[in-house]
């Protein structure tokens, strides 16, 4: 099966300006997560989708992030303004159902802000 | 909020050597899963762990999990230089909790 599809693989850009990520999760999977990993961390969840509805948006920064996933299956991450803190790789995910399926991970777009 | 911490951060070791990473969390949970990550690369799940007791082998690696005691291992058996990785523990409650991670360096 093929796997998450994430683009870019990188971006750099000046902060305050805005940057978006793409995703597009395996066939089939109705749970889409997207992650913040910080150099060194493990994984922080953003928001989690079920089907283009979100379950769990409460580690967003919602005063400068924003997601939506169109039609249940794509998906987009925004960014605006970014600071400079917000270096780091974002990844997606997806799994069959939440919680209990493991998840399967994008390659990840890496963002560095200058 | 669901607290997951690993030990060692770091663990640096010789080819052919045994070692265990440890993986506690804060709350009641009877899902966890170990993920390898490679340097620039994304998470690669290792195991499914479901219920108290559960053991799991694939290779050199052995990961088991007591939920009484809210901890998980993951076994490295004699090890090489292909499992030098970054190794995370995830906790399934709400949502999915990742531990720190355990960089390993496993050395000729």
């Known amino acids: 099966e093929a796997g998450v599809a994430q683009s870019p693989r990188y971006k750099i850009i000046e902060k305050r300006q805005s940057v978006a990520f793409w995703c597009n999760p395996i066939?089939?999977?109705?749970?889409l997560y997207w992650y913040q990993q910080i150099l060194g961390q493990g994984p922080k969840l953003l928001i989690q989708f079920q089907n283009n509805g979100v379950v769990d948006d409460s580690q967003l920064p919602k005063d400068r992030f924003s997601a939506e996933r169109l039609k249940g299956v794509d998906s987009t991450l925004k960014i605006q303004p970014a600071k400079l803190e917000d270096s780091a790789v974002y990844l997606c995910?997806?799994?069959?159902?939440?919680?209990?399926?493991?998840?399967?991970f994008g390659n990840g777009t890496r963002l560095t802000v200058t | 909020e669901l607290k997951v911490e690993q030990n060692p951060l770091f663990l640096s070791m010789q080819e052919g050597k045994n070692y265990t990473i440890y993986c506690n969390y804060s709350?009641?949970?009877?899902?966890l899963y170990w993920y390898r990550q490679d340097p620039g690369k994304s998470l690669e799940s290792l195991f499914v762990?479901?219920?108290?007791?559960a053991v799991k082998q694939e290779g050199r690696l052995m990961a088991s999990l007591d939920t009484k005691a809210r901890l998980s291992t993951l076994h490295i058996t004699a090890a090489v230089h292909d499992l030098s990785a970054t190794y995370f523990c995830a906790v399934s409650g709400n949502q999915f909790y990742f531990g720190t991670g355990t960089s390993l360096t496993v050395i000729p």
């Open positions: 709350t009641t949970s009877d899902r």
């Open positions: 066939s089939g999977h109705a749970t």
């Open positions: 762990l479901l219920s108290n007791g």
């Open positions: 995910a997806s799994s069959l159902v939440s919680y209990n399926s493991p998840l399967h």
